[in-house]
């Protein structure tokens, strides 16, 4: 049987109903899913093409695409909701609900939610990504008093797509810090962390998941091979210890669940855009 055909359909970036649908399909793990997102969908004809294109998947199929949608035009959004599809409306559902309790129309303007609307917290997003980059993998440690946290870790434990997505997604200053040979030898806080003990978070992964990931990139190194793996995980675990460091395990977690664990555990503001 092939795949459930899956349409993402927006008249602006679509990432709302990305995020949406994703998490509603992940609730069913034993359904294989070919999911299509087509955003900036915001003329007639755009629309009668979209149309076609979900029409001739659930042909090609023989079941009917699943269709999540967030239009703000009525007239756009009610032909899709009419196609051959089984559309979910994501913004009508609780649109027409808040309207009721709030007794206020919604702006129904497109694209709020991602855009510039407020243009201080935009720039202030905008210099987090520039300073996770500017501070990443230990670089730049003179900056550090301006970090809202800091990430320690060895080596490909996960620090670096944390710190952007904390950067990206709530503005957050974050800078990472690699624990070398060297570091964990001397079993003791590198001199550059000292002075920021209450802003650090550990991140540790199991032996093997690191083992496979350092295999990808120096395969049968000594830098890869498990017992290098589990001598720098179990030094660096007794150093979260030591210092008191919350940490996290991020073998089995997603990048927005490490986020969210650390904002939550270090008390951090996030800011939403």
Known sequence: MSNRPVFVVSDRTGITAEMMSHSLLTQFPNVKFDVTTLPFVDTDDKVSEVIKQINDAGEHTGVRPLIFLTFVDDAHRARLLDCGGVSFDLFGTFLDPLEQELDHKSSHSIGVSHGIVDPVKYTNRIGAVNYAVHCDDGLNVRDYPSADVILVGVSRAGKTPVSLYLAMQFGVHCAN???TDHDLERSNLPPALEDYRDRLFGLTIRPERLQ???QERRNSSRYASIQQ???ELSQAEQLYLRYRIPSADTTS???????????????LKRDIY
């Not at 977690?253 to 008390?267: C, D, F, N, V």
């Open 177 to 179: 810090y690699p624990l």
């Open 212 to 214: 496979q990931i350092r």
């Open 229 to 231: 793996c589990r001598y």
């Open 253 to 267: 977690l997603s990048i927005e669940e490490i986020a969210t664990g650390i904002i939550q555990k270090l008390r």
